[in-house]
């Protein structure tokens, strides 16, 4: 199981890890409603070094990313649920809405990142700071139609948590 730490903690990890000469990974994510999809990401992110650190967007960075009535889950529990993944070792909440001071502190071998970002996708901000330690990126193909959003936005089509046509539930 994982260890949630604070940022400045981790970074002394990071310092043991490097003395050490592990290979550290750093990927990050709201990771609001685990899914498939996450699992499988996190899993081939691990497989890129000896170690992984996922950075876990706070509540108030989810909501400005995603919108009103995100996060479903709180930061607290969806870093513990991130932290009982076998394949994960280190955890972190962070409250920017991107990594960039998370690689600037823990300086990363390797950054990893959904297909969804890089090359013929959406910009990767901390590409730059990555480059500037000399870590390396590595795009993760994501797993076809497995999104929180998409499982919501299923959730509330279906009348789910709402009130049924026999009047409400008991």
Same mark, same amino acid.
């Given at each position: 199981?994982?260890?949630?730490?604070?940022?400045?903690?981790?970074?002394?990890?990071?310092?043991?890890?490097?003395?050490?000469?592990?290979?550290?990974?750093?990927?990050?994510?709201?990771?609001?409603?685990?899914?498939?999809?996450?699992?499988?990401?996190?899993?081939?992110? @691990?497989?890129?070094?000896?170690?992984?650190?996922?950075?876990?967007?706070?509540?108030?960075?989810?909501?400005?990313?995603?919108?009103?009535?995100?996060?479903?889950?709180?930061?607290?529990?969806?870093?513990?649920?991130?932290?009982?993944?076998?394949?994960?070792?280190?955890?972190?909440?962070?409250?920017?809405?991107?990594?960039?001071?998370?690689?600037? @502190?823990?300086?990363?071998?390797?950054?990893?990142?959904?297909?969804?970002?890089?090359?013929?996708?959406?910009?990767?901000?901390?590409?730059?700071?990555?480059?500037?330690?000399?870590?390396?990126?590595?795009?993760?193909?994501?797993?076809?139609?497995?999104?929180?959003?998409?499982?919501?936005?299923?959730?509330?089509?279906?009348?789910?948590?709402?009130?049924?046509?026999?009047?409400?539930?008991?």
């Amino acid at each position: 199981m994982g260890e949630i730490h604070d940022l400045e903690a981790l970074a002394e990890i990071r310092a043991d890890l490097r003395r050490q000469g592990a290979t550290v990974v750093l990927t990050n994510g709201c990771f609001d409603l685990l899914h498939v999809g996450h699992v499988r990401y996190l899993q081939v992110a @691990r497989r890129l070094g000896d170690c992984l650190i996922v950075g876990v967007n706070a509540d108030e960075s989810v909501r400005r990313l995603k919108g009103e009535g995100r996060p479903l889950l709180p930061e607290a529990e969806r870093a513990e649920v991130v932290a009982a993944l076998g394949c994960v070792d280190y955890v972190v909440i962070f409250a920017e809405e991107t990594a960039e001071r998370l690689v600037a @502190r823990l300086e990363p071998d390797v950054y990893a990142k959904g297909s969804d970002y890089g090359p013929g996708g959406k910009e990767l901000p901390e590409a730059e700071l990555v480059a500037a330690h000399g870590g390396r990126i590595e795009f993760i193909p994501l797993t076809s139609r497995r999104s929180t959003s998409g499982i919501v936005e299923r959730i509330r089509g279906s009348g789910v948590g709402g009130q049924q046509a026999n009047g409400p539930s008991t």
